[in-house]
């Protein structure tokens, strides 16, 4: 076998034999809903898009190269991907999911356990005790996220993934906060990991869609087949999109990383923050497990202020350069107050619960110049002194 391409190689590699017609280096899109057969008899490659299709395929192998997967489906939105992933369960099946999961997950998961589709169990998974405790009833996946967002905790993947497999449960991760340059967790023990291609991987913030993966052949023949009768597949053009901006992936985010560390560096040292959650910061929880899974921090981070919410809305109020909205991974850096934007799905217990406070923001680091984001930030902490 050949030894595996690197990411940035990965994700340059032009392909032009998908167009057998005119080898065109930038890929063609085809919308088409279908596609001629030669014969009755004679079913063809792609034969119809919600079912298969070109543009489809190119971003589910460059996805697939890239996690390690051996396969997978393209969806049309990150909620999509976690929605299949959910859908093949059995009646009744049990899923564990971190207390402080992506906001709509979380509403999924209980929308779902109110029909008594499935039921669930939310835990801190950084905490053992709590892991074990909920891992003694019989379960059949287990979900992670790490980063978790918005606090930035981690989870040791490698040891949760190998608990739940000697119980007989799936694991999957949500890797949409690193991207699988960042971390890979199929690598990891996992058996399938989703992503909103919505956010860095497309990185143009112009477009919604989802991905689903998995290490085992035959969980992405099962997959294709859920995706497929529920009607969950992403576009042509969608998915021409997000091959595109894959292309500048590498670049994207070591830049972004850089600035965030930059960033995170610089709010610790200010006396209005009670903390910074960033995985770059020596003094951050699970400095070793980032060392052990993580191929480097990312591009988030989120901080507390002192003073509630008053003080959250006076501090974005500020910003002149940072973009209030929630969504992350874009080119342009992003502010939010999870509480009320990215978690408002999630009852305010819940939230306490998971440790995010009316003054907790949460940052998306973009590609601007550095020191014009620590200086709009400062206007955000002028505007509380004065
Ligand atoms: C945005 C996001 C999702 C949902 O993706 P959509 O594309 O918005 O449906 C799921 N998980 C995480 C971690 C996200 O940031």
Known sequence: MSKPKKPCTIVAAAHPDLDPAYRSVGPAIWPTDTFEWASPAEKPAFDYSRTVNPNRAMLIRTLSELEG???????????????????????GARVIAP???????????????????IRCTFVDQTNDAAFDRAIEDEFALLWIETPSNPLMRITDIRRRAAAARSRGALTIADNTLLSPLRQRPLDLGCDLVCHSTTKVLNGHADLFGGALLASDPAMVEELEWWSNAGGLNGSAFDSSQIVRGLRTLPLRIDRQEATATRIAEWLAERPEVKAVYYPGLDSSDGAELVAAQQFGPGFMLSFELRGGKPVADRFVGALDLITLASSLGGFSTLICTPSTM?????????????????????????????????????RGFTRLGS
Do not use: W
Request: hydrophobic residues 40%; aromatic residues 4%; negative net charge.
């Open 99 to 117: 207390h402080d999961c992506y906001g709509g997950t979380y509403r999924l998961l209980e929308a779902l356990e109110r029909q008594c589709k």
């Open 69 to 91: 997967a051996a396969g997978g489906v393209v969806t049309n939105s990150g909620q999509a991907a976690a929605l299949l992933a959910f859908l093949r369960l059995p009646a």
């Open 342 to 378: 990215t978690h408002r799905g999630m009852p305010v217990e819940a939230q306490e619960k998971a440790g995010i406070s009316a003054d907790l923001l949460r940052l998306s680091v973009g590609l601007e110049d550095p020191d014009d984001l620590i200086a709009d930030l400062n």
